[in-house]
């Protein structure tokens, strides 16, 4: 794409500066509304403390920030675009489905893969709804272990939708699989894979994996720290000092995965683990993740090779 579409208008790859790659304002399970026992979704705070959060990333030297939540786990590109405004960061926001297990699959899985590019395309170029706003990056999803027929019919959808529309594609993985196998379905698509980034590779600790993956010339996403409970970021950052150790900072990217509002009821994590998210919020990496990789002697061009420059060139 020439130009980057944000929630509030376009950008070029040059103005997108420090980017977080992957943080969600939002998300909300198909079916959320229909829990009329849950706590009402309370659109005013939600609003205020996402505006107060993103204040909090630019003065930590944040710039840009994608959130690539699917379109079928409680997206909402005008609430999005409210807060961008407010907040004065632009916001990047995704078409595409999520895995079929947590996903709102019963409409797409009777679809073909060319009617689901279609979809995806439209929301690229003409708009996402009657909102006027046009998604910028393609997302897609594939569960632990396996990719389902479904999945693969997204993965070739965000494909062609990508070749059609020049929108980049991220991605989900589940506990650090899959990520070579969506590859290759992107590969045998015709995509160019340095405008891919495998979501959440950070969930393996198995350096061979992200080697396989970034020998291709994929992007990967180091971009679920905090989410110790999951895979503990001391695996995380030793994967990724090896990896910057040895020359790979030109494609990974660095994210949290942070959610930071549950449409209907959220996570109900047991409460032994409530000390394994205690860092799962957006400015961890800006202020543990990057300190943590100065005290080892990466250098500041490794890093800002992972916020700044890999998202221009994912981008452009
Ligand atoms: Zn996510």
């Known amino acids: 794409m020439k130009s980057i579409n944000t929630v509030t208008g376009t950008i070029t790859a040059e103005q997108l500066g420090t980017t977080l790659m992957h943080e969600h304002l939002l998300i909300g399970w198909a079916g959320w509304e229909l829990d009329c026992a849950a706590p009402k979704f309370e659109r005013k705070t939600a609003f205020k403390n996402a505006v107060d959060r993103l204040k909090e990333l630019k003065d930590l030297g944040l710039k840009s920030f994608v959130d690539p939540c699917p379109m079928d786990i409680g997206r909402d590109?005008?609430?999005?675009?409210?807060?961008?405004?407010?907040?004065?960061?632009?916001?990047?926001?995704?078409?595409?489905?999520?895995?079929?297990?947590?996903?709102?699959?019963?409409?797409?899985?009777?679809?073909?893969?060319?009617?689901?590019?279609?979809?995806?395309?439209?929301?690229?170029?003409?708009?996402?709804?009657?909102?006027?706003?046009?998604?910028?990056?393609?997302?897609?999803?594939?569960?632990?272990?396996?990719?389902?027929?479904?999945?693969?019919?997204?993965?070739?959808?965000?494909?062609?939708?990508?070749?059609?529309?020049?929108?980049?594609?991220?991605?989900?993985?589940?506990?650090?699989?899959?990520?070579?196998?969506?590859?290759?379905?992107?590969?045998?698509?015709?995509?160019?894979?340095?405008?891919?980034?495998?979501?959440?590779?950070?969930?393996?600790?198995?350096?061979?994996?992200?080697?396989?993956?970034?020998?291709?010339?994929?992007?990967?996403?180091?971009?679920?720290?905090?989410?110790?409970?999951l895979h503990p970021d001391k695996l995380r950052l030793a994967a990724l000092i090896g990896l910057l150790g040895v020359g790979y900072e030109k494609q990974i990217v660095l994210s949290h995965d942070s959610v930071w509002c549950w449409l209907g009821r959220g996570l109900d994590l047991p409460p032994e683990t409530a000390k394994l998210v205690e860092n799962w919020k957006p400015s961890h990496v800006f202020q543990d993740i990057l300190p943590a990789l100065r005290r080892v002697g990466v250098e500041e061009e490794k890093i800002r090779a992972m916020l700044v420059e890999n998202p221009r060139r994912y981008f452009s």
């Not at 009617?115 to 594939?142: F, H, L, M, P, Q």
């Not at 529309?165 to 698509?189: N, W």
Request: aromatic share 8%; charged share 20%; with cysteine.
């Open 77 to 229: 590109v005008n609430f999005m675009a409210e807060v961008s405004q407010a907040s004065g960061v632009p916001i990047v926001c995704a078409t595409g489905l999520y895995k079929e297990e947590l996903g709102n699959t019963a409409y797409f899985k009777q679809r073909s893969v060319d009617e689901i590019a279609e979809v995806y395309s439209s929301e690229i170029t003409r708009g996402i709804g009657n909102t006027g706003i046009k998604a910028g990056i393609i997302k897609c999803a594939t569960g632990k272990g396996q990719i389902t027929p479904y999945e693969e019919n997204c993965l070739r959808a965000a494909a062609r939708a990508h070749i059609r529309t020049g929108a980049p594609i991220t991605t989900h993985t589940e506990d650090g699989t899959m990520g070579r196998e969506q590859l290759d379905i992107f590969a045998s698509e015709g995509v160019d894979l340095s405008h891919v980034i495998i979501g959440h590779s950070c969930g393996s600790a198995d350096l061979r994996y992200h080697t396989d993956m970034l020998d291709r010339g994929c992007f990967i996403g180091f971009d679920r720290f905090g989410l110790d409970f």
